[in-house]
């Protein structure tokens, strides 16, 4: 007897077949549940940055609303702007947290609100005299995050606000 051979596939190479294609779709399943999950965290911590930062910008305008308050009481016991520039820092001089510069001119206000433990919040105000009764007391010369740490090269040396590195090239 002859017997025929067929030159198909063998039951043994679509087994191997299944076998791949179920390893790859394990895999990419593995693949996209780890990259889901990590933007869940990313957007979980970016959530908390977010509302850590309005909380300090929300206590940050309730001082500048007290400082406002402060400064109209104060122009309108002052008779002149000189009279007004001189009662300002005594105003502050009781309050730890504000800052009064009177170097400059106008003379500033500055304070520090805590977002996080690595940022805080600097704001720095401009007294201003007004011309007219409905004019702004202050003007907002900078409002701004802040790092909070100090962070130490290589070689050892501290890094602060004001450091500005550039990496070299060979």
């Known amino acids: 007897m002859n017997k025929n051979k067929s030159g198909g596939i063998n039951v043994g190479t679509s087994s191997i077949l299944v076998t791949f294609v179920?390893?790859?779709l394990v895999t990419f399943?593995?693949?996209s549940f780890l990259s889901a999950n990590s933007d869940y965290r990313l957007?979980?911590?970016t959530a908390k940055r977010t509302t850590e930062y309005y909380d300090a910008n929300r206590f940050a305008e309730l001082y500048m609303a007290n400082i406002e308050g402060l400064l109209s009481k104060c122009y309108a016991r002052s008779g002149s702007e000189s009279d007004y520039m001189k009662e300002v820092p005594k105003l502050f001089a009781d309050n730890d947290s504000i800052t009064?510069?009177?170097d400059?001119?106008?003379v500033t206000l500055s304070y520090d609100v805590k977002v996080n433990d690595t940022q805080k919040l600097h704001v720095c105000l401009a007294v201003a005299y007004p011309a007219k009764g409905?004019?702004?007391l202050f003007h907002i010369?900078?409002?701004?995050t802040q790092?909070?740490?100090i962070w130490a090269t290589e070689e050892g040396s501290l890094l602060n606000d004001g450091d500005i590195r550039f990496m070299e090239f060979e």
Request: overall charge negative; proline content about 4%.
């Open 43 to 45: 957007s979980q911590q």
């Open 141 to 144: 010369v900078s409002w701004r």
């Open 104 to 106: 400059s001119s106008p």
């Open 147 to 149: 790092n909070v740490d």
């Open 29 to 31: 399943a593995a693949l």
């Open 22 to 24: 179920l390893l790859c």
């Open 100 to 102: 009064v510069n009177t």
């Open 134 to 136: 409905n004019d702004a």
